[in-house]
Structures are given as C-alpha cells and as structure tokens.
C-alpha cells in the first residue's frame, strides 16, 4: 500500500484538526461583548460616505469588491489637503475610543476589587451582627 493512508495516519490528523478547532473557539468564547470597537482608519471614515455616494450613482451594483475597489483608487487619487478632515475624523474618533478604554479597564480592574472588598465586609459584619456585641468570640471558631 504505497502512499495510502493507514488508520493510525488519519487518527493523528484528526487529532490535530480537533486542537485547532478548540482553540479558535476558546479565542472567540473569550472576546467581551462589552468591550469598545476600535475605531476605523482615515480610510474607512471615507469609506462610509464613499459607500453611499456609490450605491446612489450605481444603484445595480450588487458586488462589495467593486466598491471596495473604486474607493481604494479614489482614496488614492486625493490630496493631502482633500484627506485631512478624514484624517481629524479618524484621530477624533480614536480619542473617544481611548476614553471608552480606559473607562472600560478601569471598570475591569475595579470591579474584582470591588467585589472581593464588598464579599469581605458583608461577611464581616454579619459576625458583628450575630453577636451583638461587635467582639468575635474566639472559643466559638
């Protein structure tokens, strides 16, 4: 059998295949949902409009990659001067995505402190609350 493939080859493919399969879909059950969008380039901030402008004046066009084709030749076709406000746009947006980011892993990062803080009192004061007191008993533990 010369260049067959035996049993044991196609079991050790498969066990590849499943390790790959695992992994992409750990890397996707990990994404947060309420984590920002990045914000789009200078690029795609024209390409919003372009779109639009394109659909009207060809309202046949089905194809995205004719689109996406025509708006990378007249992007390349303007000037500097031309791109600038598309530019800013881009570089505003990117602000507002930073500030939307630092809110968010400040949010992450307080949230564990937060709750183990919050988990730690409540706990605490029902000891306080149980005795009467406000003095734990050392004989009872």
Known sequence: MRG???KAD???GDGRLAVKKQTKKEKNAAKDPNKPKRPPSAFFVFMEDF???YKEKHPSNKSVAVVGKAGGEKW???SDAEKAPLVA???KRKEEYEG?????NRKLAGEGDDESDKSKSEVHDEDDDEDG???EDEEDY
């Open 133 to 135: 007191s406000g003095e």
């Open 10 to 12: 196609s079991k050790r």
């Open 100 to 104: 939307k980011m630092d809110s968010y």
């Open 51 to 53: 779109r639009k402008q």
């Open 4 to 6: 067959g493939k035996s």
């Open 89 to 91: 746009k881009a570089a």
């Open 76 to 78: 390349k076709s303007l």
